[in-house]
C-alpha cells in the first residue's frame, strides 16, 4: 500500500496488503538505532494498520479519520494487492497516530487476506521471511512479486497473522508523533507461546507484564485479566490474554491510538461521523474508549499511556 501518483498509492495498497504498540513519541531513526543486528525492522512509520472497509466507504472512512487526527492520503486507486486475481480500491492514508492501507474489495477477498492485521516493512525481504519462519512463525502466504517489491504473510502462535512487505524503490514517511499499540488478544494456552515467537522476531522486550490488570481497560470493570506490553523495532504491541469472555467490541478492535486529550479527540471523532462504542473508562492515570469510524473500523483511543 504506498506512494506518487499511481505508484504512490499503490504502495499503500501493497504496504497495507503487503504489508503495530501504546503511544510512545518516537522516530524512525531512533527505532532503528535501538534495533538488533537480527531485526529486518525499519520504522513503525511503516507498520501499516490494514483497514478492510465495507464497500463504498473508503472516502467517508478516509475523510473521518483525517478529520479526527491529522495527517494525509494518497489518491485512491483500483488495483490488485494479492497473488491471486482480485481487485480493491485503495489508499494509504498517514496520520501522526499511524500509518493506515484501506481497502474496499470489489471482488470476494481471497483467503487469507482480510485476516492480517498489519503490515511491516522489511530492510532485507527474504532474511525477514527466514527469521519469522526460525522464530516459529507459519509462512501462511509464500513471497509473491506485486508492481513495486514482494510481499509475504506469516502467521505467529495463536493466530496472529502479519505481512511482510518490501519495495523496489524504498519509500520515505515522516516520524509519527506516537507509536500506536497492535492490540493482540489470546488465551492462557496461546500466550506465551505467542511472545517466545513474536519477541524473537520482532526483537523486542517486555517492558510490563501485570497479571492482575484491571479489567475496565477491556469493557470487564471489577475483574482483572493479564496484560502484556511489548516494545520492539517493529513498534509496541499489547497482549490481553483472557477467558475470552468479551463485551463487545472488545478484540474487534487490532490498533490502540495514544492521543494527548481523549476527550477533545473523541468530540472531533464524532463529528466526523465517528460512533463512541465504549468510554470513555479512566483509571490508575489512563482513559481509554472504544470508536467506530465510517466502514466499520473500531480503534481503541487512549490518554496517559503507560509508555508516555
Known sequence: MKRRAMAWVLPAVMVALSVVGSGAPS???DETAAAPASTTAV???YDTTH???TP???DAFVASWVAT???THTAKVVTTVTPTPSTTESELVMSPV???SVFDFKTPAPYPFGAERTGWLMSDFDKGVRLARQSGAQLVVAPFDDPIGRDAIVQFPGGVNAQLYWHTTAPSYKPLDTVPDNRVYLTPDSADRFLGSYLRFTGGRVVSDRRAADGGDIGLPGETY???AVRSPFGNTVVSVTDGHLPYPFGRETTGYAVKDLAMTLRKAEAAGAKVLWGPYAARGRSDAMVQFPGGYVAELHQNSEYR
Open 27 to 29: 522516530s524512525a531513526q
Open 43 to 45: 520504522g513503525p512509520q
Open 51 to 53: 483497514v478492510y472497509v
Open 56 to 58: 463504498g466507504k473508503v
Open 69 to 71: 487526527f491529522g495527517g
Open 98 to 100: 499511524g500509518t493506515l
Open 226 to 228: 493479564r496484560r502484556i
